[in-house]
């Protein structure tokens, strides 16, 4: 139980600083951060605050998620299939309405995908989806049929400048009295982080499209087909906060074991060979539903190798090079706030795709993916956003948004930091920095040219930091597709050493930045060739 004061906010903040859930040392975020994520908690029925004596206590739904974490999809879909505006819990600021915001954007991108359209784009959410306030099935589909037409006059737009004059319009004509563009913005992101949580929803790979989880579709048409009722209000608070409310797909035996044996064919066709689902103890519904969620890890792991495999095409390499140029723009269709996840999940498959890795995929990655291997959030603080283990070296990956000076006050340390964590643990290897930016501050390569950091304030590391522009790893993409070569991890590991080389006798950033590109460019002008010197080296 705690107070919902200012002292508790501060609290409840810094403790979400130190499980790096967030990242910021704004004071106005310090404010209001508590009171937003407390506020979520509440609605969703996790906690119960007492309005005589403004302190909070966690409901039994609040403790399951506490007590099985890893149930935390299912439980976050129970919350939301039952969660509606207009409940008791909100009455001040929403009378009249009667609605379930999950439900509707559920329903939304199911006809989204049974018409073919592949998703939602936020623009069509924004102005479609977030003013519908119903989830009436007459409703919707007059809704949708006006996201058809937006789609079709979207495309027929040409250039970027046009296009957005289009959004605009149509915003003014069917959006008018929704809040200011950002209020809306972050409205919508803020429902779908929720959203993505029950595992059913995800975002295409260009970043542009919302859309159903392909893995989990079955069971979103088998939810659909049967929806809980919504709430009346004098039953809400009551359900709200019972654990076991509502009735699910997945309660259901019959449904459990049909699940068991889509998830055997789908491990089959991955190249595995699950033990039967009717050996061992899975008799009880309980115990068929842990054998559900073991195997639909073990489809989730199989199906990061097959994509890490995948990477190594020219396809692939253009899908990374428009989601990196979406990024250098900012013109990320999903919107900014997934730019940092989008940023980390652009370089890990990039090198995937320079192949040649000594350690499990997973271990790639400092961020979370989700069943489509689409990266559920950017990488917690107190590690390497991506770290790649080769035979004789170590790749360690950080990128920033951040711009101007501040890069170097926020990023400088902590890069330094993971370096040199990475090289504390494989003393055995060379351990090389990428830094990865769309553009970097001078300041960045004066604080990358010294090589001395000292841990713990004793030991003396010298590190090997290589800052390169987001403009620079589409130059190399951009060389390897039209050479039709990619390189391996040793021809990278070339190049960065080139780099690193090429800031011998200068302790000025800006003339290693000068440095940088020439090198840069030389070392990448004919990949293929270079290869070729390295053989005959050997």
Known sequence: MFAENAAAQDKYWSELEDAGIVETESENERDSGGRKWFAALKQLGFVHLDDGTGCATVTAVGQTLLDQPELVDTIFLRQLLKYKIGSPLERKFTAGLNFRPFVTFLKMLYLAHADGLGGLTRDEIMIFVVPLMSEDDADLAAAFEKVRRFRQGYQAEQGAVAKRAFVDQQYAIYAPATPKRKSIRDYTDSNFRYARITGLL???????????APSRMSFVETLLADLPSLLDDEVYLAALYNPEAPHLPLDDTAVVEAQLQELQTELRALGDEPEPASTGTATTLGQKQARNRTLQSRVTELTEIRFYRQQRSLDALQEIRELLE???????PAGWSYAPAFLEWALWRLLLAINDIRSPISSTRGFKVDDSVIPLHHAAPGAADCSFIYDDHI??????????????ATEGIPV????????????????????VAP???INTYDDFLSPQYRVAGERIHRLSIVPLTVKNIIE???KMIEQNYIINSRELIIILNNLL??????DDGKEWRRNINIAFKKNIADLASAQAVIANKN
Do not use: Y
Not at 326 to 332: G, S, V
Not at 501 to 506: M, V
């Open 202 to 212: 995800t975002v295409d790979g260009t970043g542009g499209r919302f859309k159903i």
């Open 326 to 332: 979406n990024i250098r723009t900012k013109k990320l």
């Open 395 to 408: 790749v360690v990956v950080e990128v920033t948004l951040t711009r101007s000076d501040r890069q170097t």
């Open 416 to 435: 330094r930091r993971h370096v040199a964590k990475v090289m504390d643990e494989h003393p055995d290897k060379k351990v090389i920095g990428l830094f």
């Open 439 to 441: 553009s970097i501050d």
């Open 476 to 478: 190399l993409i951009d």
């Open 501 to 506: 080389e090429s800031k011998q006798n200068t």
